[in-house]
């Protein structure tokens, strides 16, 4: 499997980059699969053999995000593993930031899961650089607002609102980087708090599929203070805006993984570290039932990075 995999929606598939290399060793190129959990691999169009840059990932339960070489910078390509359908979609904007790897980032284009909005990030300069709301229909521009140089906005399963990490001027008039909070923002773009009580260093989170729930990492400001950064899983419930911290704690190496959602939306899965300071130094996955409040040890010394659905 290659370096970059996405799980559908539904958790039904993943789709992965293999590499083919020559016999130098050499990576010539990478190409998609999509395959059910037992591995069984789904025959795909002949398009789908072309090398691919970035696995975007998938914007819905049919349609996966591509980029691929030699198209203008913020070109997306969707591409339907189950009939076919390849459609090319061009940028935004013109006013999209060459970042060095030969385009953008999968994080400077995001189509929303009806591909009728997306969030782009716009500017030439670094020091410029904002996010930008567009609605596809009418071009209009919903929103925009600074840049944030935190995990990657996500939009919402329902594709009714994103979510991402920027600063809260109301609180901290005087903004500094460490200081920002995971906002969640409509598609009239309005912007709402969904860390207002806990200051946020620039962490990993996940929604749940059914689009009730964001879990996270939570950090306080000051944990640069400390040798030991220590990371809390914390569940917010999206219905009420409110936050359930299960202090079951990680240092920042494993904090990189998001939190794993099942797809029933019930579970997550996420790795904890034990004795840390210690030679028998190990860790485990955790799986926590967010609706009964129970936590369980299912395996040792295994990072988990996705939750797929029985064939």
Known sequence: ??????????????????????????????????????????????????????????????????????????????????????????PPTSNLLDIGYGGFYPGQVLYDPSLTHVLYVDGLKWEELKYVLKDLSTHQVLWEDEFSYGDIP??????????????????????????????????????????????????VWSWSPNGQFIAIWLVPVDYHQSNYYTRSLNVIDLRNNSSIDYCLETDDIFSDWPPIWSPNSQYVAIPIEVNPFEWNYYWKTIIVDIQNNKAYEIMDNVVPVGWMAEP
């Open 154 to 203: 996500k939009w919402s399963p329902d594709g009714k609102s994103y979510a991402l990490f920027r600063p809260d001027h109301k609180v901290d008039p005087l903004y500094s980087s460490a200081r920002e909070y995971l906002f969640q923002v409509t598609l009239e773009g309005q912007a709402s708090p969904l860390t207002r009580t806990q200051p946020m260093s620039q962490e």
């Open 1 to 90: 499997m290659g370096d970059d995999f996405a799980i559908s929606p539904n958790g039904k598939w993943i789709a992965f980059l293999e590499s083919t290399y020559d016999a130098a060793g050499k990576t010539i190129g990478r190409y998609l699969a999509v395959a059910d959990a037992n591995g069984t691999k789904s025959e795909l169009p002949t398009w789908s053999f072309v090398n691919v840059q970035w696995l975007i990932g998938w914007i819905n339960d049919q349609q996966i995000a591509l980029q691929i070489p030699g198209k203008p910078i913020g070109t997306v390509v969707t591409l339907n593993p189950f009939n076919g359908k390849v459609d090319f979609i061009p």
